[in-house]
């Protein structure tokens, strides 16, 4: 059963990227090419549940506003639906497919999955116009493997061994397929990945990538980025990935331990970049999760996509003994977004936790903009345990969410509180969990936290990248307007604000 | 900051152990010896948070009711605490500690982590008198590395390679120690195992035990559990297990994935019990969690352990092309305790889904006995998505914890809501979340559950003990009563019910 609250066209996000009208879910075919970012996305316009898919279209020049395009890829009929997958810029006409007219940045090769009653299969399109307009390919499937959950390519280019490179899910058997080509028509198996990890029902949106260590762009290493649901650790869908070597055949993970990519509940079937101007490997999620992305308030369309995000690898401390190396996640540079005359920083020192008397208010703000968006950092200061504090964000009807952070031994917990009567919705559902949690270890004297909320999203980052979290939530009553931080010990050591206002989109 | 509301003596579970007063976490020394199941258990009995625990101690002849006894083992000062262990029954005083005098089941010896601050070390107790007191072994400790967090022994007789088996925790570098001894005193390093799947901030409470095949009890498989926490998948503590091979020497994993043997929020640090009197493999969890256990309402006591339950193993289907091979938890048979004049069974055949026009409550019930306790068996029909089964289950003053049932394609989510508004508590913590959730694969026609209530702990076992979840809640206004049971489509096959009673303790 599913209850419905209308959302009004007001609350739609300023910076994270929706759909026109109806049901988004995965991010497809992000390509760089000519100075534009492309967004393809799983869309169904005629439905606000998902149901019978095909690509949409969107493009920026900064990857914070985003133009509308028509649909990119469309089914070729009702029973058989366009699925996800990834585009590749085909410069040097590996495929035979373009001819001289088509300038080399603008040849792009989309490459996906049909999907029909029991049957998917790898398949290509074939653009001129730089990922405006496509005609798929007139031989069609490039690869079938004749098994009903085959699906959600994603191609790189890999210069060792001179081939593209196809990854590939064999949903239900927990595979991750390679397969290798020299024209990305003609496709040949090279090895198959078994993971690690969580299982759940099925792997999906396998993704490889080569990513850059923090602050050394020349020393990389292989992830491996797979989506998986239902089944996953918070519940619902989630983002795991592998760090490890690519030898052009054969991947192998350099340990078996679970990694997240993002430890909320909505950040699903992650895909990067093919390309980047500057070769560093940005990324986008799907703000939503299959456990309940069918169900929560909507009207025009459902869904958003997390910002773009900027991937790395670095060392990090699990506690004072052991370190792991980890896949680090920060929001694009925001600062053409901000209102700076509203920038605010303060620092506070004062009293010590021993003499702190109980919870205490220590900052309110109304924000100008109404633009319902804004960012905070925040430091806390580690060392003792059971310290709180609280960030309550309400809007104009004086509903709220809740974010709070308790100090522990070593690591402090993180926990939004987005459900129940504080929200003010009349909206509510068994698997939509009003309060979700993390856990930051932290073995430094601070604790850096990076806080973007816009509409119904929020996205935090805690020591410098190394842990995400995003969430959605849903109040009733209009965007969020004000904030109230609080404490009950002396921990809040800086507390910067930036309100964030939407940006004019690519011509 | 910790916001207590009371927990009124009458709140007392009847078939769940509870310790008679203090802070109790992790189950210790669980042995049968004489008839007799032994529970000893952390306990700080001058205070309600953990802080300075020793071992408790409780007896009983069926695991269903228990006799509490005067503390087993004591710290030697305030700077030292008796932190987790086991016991083994030294029936052929191998350790030369017991003269003829004390009968071979009499035997007892513990081997148990004695904290201080900053060095945990392995030391042993020995009790003549079949566990009731104990006396500190005199040439203390029997092992130390000179660690920090070195923890949790667990030991268990190897007959292949004739010698006792320690596993014991090096907590924050993520191993399983594995130690061998011919007499409980002298132990050396066989091997150190890294685990796969969540390291988390730390390891602890391993325990490694061979665990028959369903069905079979003559075929066995290695089953090593552990305790793992802060960052649980599901937030805060859990147990994880692996399943592999034991030599004497090395633990081998049969492969890397993330295996969980309850997965609700509150089933921690468990631990088999060392010998049975059917060669079965019993255990029990602390039904908490170290993200909320210190917050949590209470009164004169804190926490319960779960039920008892029975391993296995067997091949359990995670979609409808693969299987993988599972722990399989079964709660001790409660028959003696079922009031068998209040059996109900109903069989719900009428209908079709396209018919049934919306929700509809197809049972009420008042329970009789006002223990707060019973249990339900639930079938529930798959292959209708989007139906669901609600379980609302109140207490006399209305309030309310509710259990959701939600079929999706090849599984169905099941949902606790124990938090909000409708349990009238004016208790709330952001660390406590208010709905969990888990996923039940399933391939088959329909689903089995087995729900067992009593007073704030409520376990769940689905598809005949594949999937375990236990979660405790805390309403207002006393033990639930009353519950009504809804759906939206006729699906709901089975609703059998029994309420529940207490049972003499043993002598």
Known sequence: MTVDVKRNEDQRPVLHFTPQKGFMNDPNGLVYSNGIWHLYYQLDDRSLVAGHPEWGHATSNDLLSWRWHKKAIMAPSDHEAIWSGCCVVDRNNTSGQFDESASP?????????????????????????????????????????????????????????????MVVAK???????????????????????????????????????????????DRKRWVLFLSIGPGAPLGGSFTQYFLGDFDG??????????????????????????DSPDGAVYGIGWASNWQYCNRVPAERYRSAMSLPRKFTVREVSLNVATKS??????????????????????????????????IQVIYERRLQSGSGAFEFKLKIRSGTPAAR???????RSGHSIGLNFLV???????????????????????LFDDKVCMWVPNTQSVYDVHVILDAFVCELFA??????????????????????????????????????CSLAPAK
């Open 463 to 500: 020591i410098d990248g190394a842990y995400a979290f995003t969430n959605t939530f849903f109040l009733q009553g209009g965007v969020v307007s004000t904030f109230t931080v609080s404490q009950d010990a002396p921990i809040t050591e800086v507390f910067d604000v930036y309100e964030l």
């Open 171 to 217: 949903c239900h058997q927990f595979k991750v397929g390679f397969y290798g080509s020299p024209d990305l028509i003609h496709w040949h198996h090279l090895s198959d990945f078994e993971g690690s990890g969580v299982r759940g029902y099925q792997y999906e949106m396998p993704n490889l990538v080569q990513v850059p260590w923090d602050n050394d762009s």
């Open 389 to 395: 504090v609280s960030v309550d964000i309400a809007n």
């Open 325 to 358: 190396l980890s896949l680090i996640s920060r929001p694009i540079d925001l600062d053409n977004a901000r209102l700076h005359t509203d920038e605010t920083a303060m620092v506070y020192t004062n009293g010590s936790a021993k003499d702190y008397p109980s």
């Open 249 to 274: 055949t054969t991947f192998t993970s350099s340990d078996n331990y679970l990694r997240t990519a993002d430890l909320g509940k909505d950040w699903y079937a992650a895909q990067t970049w093919f």
């Open 105 to 165: 940045d603008d040849r792009i090769v989309a490459i996906f999955t049909i999907h029909t009653q029991g049957h998917q299969t790898q398949n290509v399109a074939l653009s001129s116009d730089g990922g405006y307009t496509f005609t798929q390919y007139k031989h069609n499937p490039v690869l079938d493997i004749g098994w009903a959950h085959f699906r959600d390519p994603k191609v790189l280019w890999h210069e060792p061994s001179n081939q593209w490179v």
């Open 408 to 430: 522990e031994v070593e690591g402090m917990f993180v926990s939004l509180d987005r459900g129940g009567t504080r929200t003010g919705s009349s909206w509510d559902h068994p």
